[in-house]
C-alpha cells in the first residue's frame, strides 16, 4: 500500500508540474543548404556564426516546431545541385519562387518579398537600361537577378558575365570592367548601407517572394512545420523583429557605426578573423594530406601496373590516366557529389566527395610519373637483372624502383603543392576550406582585396616550406 502511494503521489507530483510522463522523443535534425555570401539574409558575424533573415527565420521556426537543423554553407549553386541529389533535405537561400523552380522543387509559403533592381558605380552617369548598349553588365549566378537581366539583354543590347558571389560582382562593376551589375533590392541596399561604392538607379523590377525549397516527393513533413511555424512567428512578432534586426533604419544605423569602429586594416582583419582562417587553414591542409595519402596509393598501382609486361595491365593503366587527368577537377568534384548521389540515392559527404576528387585526379598524375619515372631508368638495368636470375618482381623491387624513386621525388613534391592549391575548387561543394573562409568573410565585410591577399600570403608561406623541402629531399637523394 505504501508503494502505490508513493507512486500516486509522484504521479500527482509531475501532472501538477505539467512535466511529460513519457520520455521526449529525440528532435529530428534537418540538413539545410544555403549560401553564407549573401547579406542580409545569409552571413557569417564577427564571432563566424552564420545569421540573417533567412537563418534567423528558420532558426525561429524550427524552435516553434521542435526539430533542429544543421546550416551547410554550400554556395547557392551548389546548394541547389546537392538538392536536387538528395544530399540536403532543403535549401534557404533567398530563392526566388519561380514556374522553372516549382516543377523540381516543393516550396513552403513564400517568407519575403523581394525585386530587382539595377545598380552602377557611384560616379557612373547610368540611369536606366537604354544606357547600356554595347555595354558589359555583371551577374551573379543561378539568380533570379540573373534570369531578368538575361531576359532584357536583347532589347538593350548589353552583353553579360557571371560570378559565383556578390562581393566579386559588385567589385568587377566598382573597378570599371563592367558597367553596371543587377541584384535583388534588399541585398543591394545592404552592401550600399555597408559602404560597398555603388548606387541604386531603377525602380524594382520582376517582383517575387522567397521560398523555402524541398525537393518534391521528400520532406512534406519539413515543408508542413515550416509553414506553420511562419504563421506562428508572424503572429507573434517574431518574424518583424527579424526584419527589422537587419533592415530597420535604427538597425542599420548601429551595424554602420559597428563597422566604422572596426579595425579595417590588414593586421585588424587578421586578428578578427584569425580562428575562421586557421580553421580554413586546418581543413586544407587536412584534405591535402588525406587527399596525398591516398593518391599515392592509387598512383603507386596504377603507375606499376603500366610497367607490368602485360597488355591489359598496360591498357588499364593507360585508360585511367587519360580519363582522370582529362576530367576538369571541378567537374569531377561536381559529379562525385551531387551526380552519382542522383543516380545512387545515397548520400555522400562533402569531405569523402572532396578526398575522393583529389584521389583520382591527383592519383592520375602520380601514376604518370611513376610510370615516367619507372620508364627512365636505362633498360639495360633491367636486362642485367633478369640475366643474374632474378624474377621479373624482384628485379623491380631490388634495382629499378630505387632508382626511379630518385626520379620521382622531386615531381611527388611538387605534386603535393599543386594538390594544396587544387583544394580551394572544392569550396563548390561547400567544404571550408581557406577559399571558402576568405568568401565568407568578405561576405560580411566586404574587404575583398585585403582578405584575398591575407589568404594569398597563407598559401605562399606554406607554398614555400613545401619548395624548400622539395629542395632538401632533392639535394639528399641527389647526395
Not at 553596371?180 to 517575387?208: N, R, S
Not at 597488355?311 to 561536381?334: D, E, H, N
Request: glycine share 8%; proline share 4%; hydrophobic share 45%.
Amino acid at each position: 500500500m505504501k508503494k502505490k502511494l508513493l507512486i500516486y503521489v509522484c504521479l500527482w507530483v509531475l501532472v501538477w508540474l505539467g512535466l511529460p510522463l513519457h520520455p521526449a522523443q529525440a528532435q529530428k535534425t534537418y540538413q539545410i543548404g544555403t549560401d553564407v555570401t549573401y547579406p542580409p539574409f545569409e552571413f557569417a558575424n564577427e564571432q563566424n556564426q552564420y545569421v540573417g533573415i533567412d537563418i534567423d527565420i528558420l532558426k525561429a521556426i524550427a524552435k516553434d516546431q521542435h526539430f533542429r537543423v544543421n546550416i551547410k554553407p554550400l554556395g547557392f549553386n551548389a546548394a541547389v545541385q546537392s538538392l536536387e541529389a538528395g544530399q540536403i533535405d532543403g535549401v534557404i537561400a533567398g530563392m526566388t519562387i519561380t514556374p522553372e523552380r516549382k516543377q523540381k522543387f516543393h516550396f513552403g509559403d513564400p517568407y519575403f518579398k523581394t525585386g530587382v533592381i539595377m545598380a552602377v558605380s557611384q560616379k557612373s552617369k547610368i540611369k536606366g537600361f537604354s544606357q547600356l548598349r554595347h555595354q558589359r553588365v555583371a551577374l551573379k549566378t543561378g539568380t533570379a537577378a540573373a534570369t531578368y537581366a538575361n531576359s532584357i539583354k536583347a532589347k538593350y543590347g548589353f552583353k553579360t558575365v557571371t560570378f559565383d558571389d556578390s562581393n566579386n560582382m559588385y567589385q568587377d562593376v566598382v573597378t570599371g570592367n563592367s558597367v553596371a551589375c543587377f541584384e535583388d533590392q534588399p541585398v543591394m541596399q545592404y552592401a550600399i548601407k555597408h559602404k560597398t561604392p555603388l548606387k541604386i538607379v531603377t525602380a524594382p523590377a520582376d517582383k517575387g517572394q522567397y521560398g523555402f525549397a524541398v525537393q518534391k516527393g521528400r520532406n512534406a513533413d519539413l515543408i508542413a512545420k515550416f509553414n506553420v511555424g511562419l504563421k506562428h512567428i508572424k503572429a507573434n512578432g517574431t518574424y518583424q523583429k527579424i526584419v527589422a534586426k537587419y533592415l530597420g533604419a535604427h538597425a542599420y544605423q548601429s551595424q554602420t557605426s559597428q563597422s566604422n569602429q572596426e579595425d579595417r586594416s590588414f593586421w585588424g582583419l587578421l586578428k578578427q578573423n584569425q580562428t575562421a582562417l586557421l580553421n580554413g587553414l586546418g581543413e586544407t591542409v587536412w584534405l591535402t594530406v588525406a587527399a596525398i595519402f591516398f593518391a599515392t596509393i592509387f598512383g603507386l598501382i596504377f603507375g606499376l601496373l603500366g610497367v607490368v609486361p602485360n597488355k591489359f595491365c598496360q591498357g588499364l593503366s593507360t585508360t585511367v590516366i587519360y580519363i582522370f587527368r582529362g576530367l576538369p577537377l571541378l567537374v569531377l568534384a561536381l559529379f562525385i557529389y551531387t551526380g552519382i548521389p542522383s543516380l545512387t540515392g545515397q548520400k555522400i559527404p562533402a569531405f569523402l566527395a572532396g578526398i575522393i576528387t583529389l584521389t583520382l585526379n591527383e592519383g592520375a598524375y602520380i601514376a604518370a610519373f611513376v610510370k615516367g619515372g619507372i620508364d627512365a631508368v636505362d633498360p639495360g638495368q633491367m636486362e642485367a637483372a633478369r640475366s643474374l636470375g632474378l624474377p621479373f618482381g624482384k628485379a623491380m623491387q631490388r634495382v629499378i624502383l630505387p632508382q626511379g624513386i630518385r626520379i620521382m621525388v622531386p615531381s611527388f613534391i611538387n605534386q603535393f603543392i599543386i594538390t594544396l592549391k587544387d583544394t580551394s575548387i572544392l569550396s563548390v561543394i561547400g567544404l571550408l576550406e581557406l577559399t571558402q573562409t576568405g568568401k565568407i568573410i568578405i561576405a560580411r565585410n566586404l574587404e575583398g582585396f585585403k582578405v584575398w591577399t591575407i589568404i594569398a600570403v597563407i598559401y605562399l608561406i606554406i607554398i614555400t616550406l613545401l619548395t624548400w623541402l622539395s629542395n632538401w629531399v632533392q639535394r639528399r637523394t641527389n647526395a
